[in-house]
């Protein structure tokens, strides 16, 4: 399993403002938030990137985007809105090879991002 701060995280070696956690999954607050609310959910097994998602996670991609809901009408940011999105390798701006996906929210989003 490759190291990150995320499996870090998971193991509890370092700390995060968790919002959420199941069997599978656990989201956090981001460290270096890109809206007033910035929340990833991250998977517990260590899936790389987006491109190494296997029929067999059909469920586990699944769960990710109820989380985001479920985070959404707990953190009260249903209503107004929000953003979920995955970067993907270099030109998808990844940066932490552990496959999560991100939840924006508390303020407008522009479009097409940047
Ligand atoms: P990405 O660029 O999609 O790989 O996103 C990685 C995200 O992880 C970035 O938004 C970082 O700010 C965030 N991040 C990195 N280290 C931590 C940490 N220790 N706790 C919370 N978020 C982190």
């Given amino acids: 399993m490759i190291e990150t701060v ?14 959420y956690e199941s069997d599978e999954l656990l989201a956090f607050h981001d460290i270096n938030p890109q809206a007033p609310i910035h929340i990833l959910v991250i998977t517990k097994q260590p899936i ?11 469920q586990l991609a699944g769960q990710m985007l109820l989380a ?29 090879w552990h496959l999560h996906l991100h939840i924006l929210a508390g303020r407008r989003m522009g479009w097409p991002p940047g």
């Fill in 6 to 19: 995320f499996s870090k995280i998971i193991a509890r070696e370092i700390p995060a403002d968790i919002v």
């Fill in 48 to 58: 790389p990137t987006l491109n190494d998602l296997q029929d067999q996670h059909a």
């Fill in 68 to 96: 985001a809901r479920q985070i959404a009408a707990d953190l009260g940011f249903a209503a107004s809105g929000y953003r979920v999105l995955i970067n993907c390798n270099q030109d998808g701006g990844q940066d932490v």
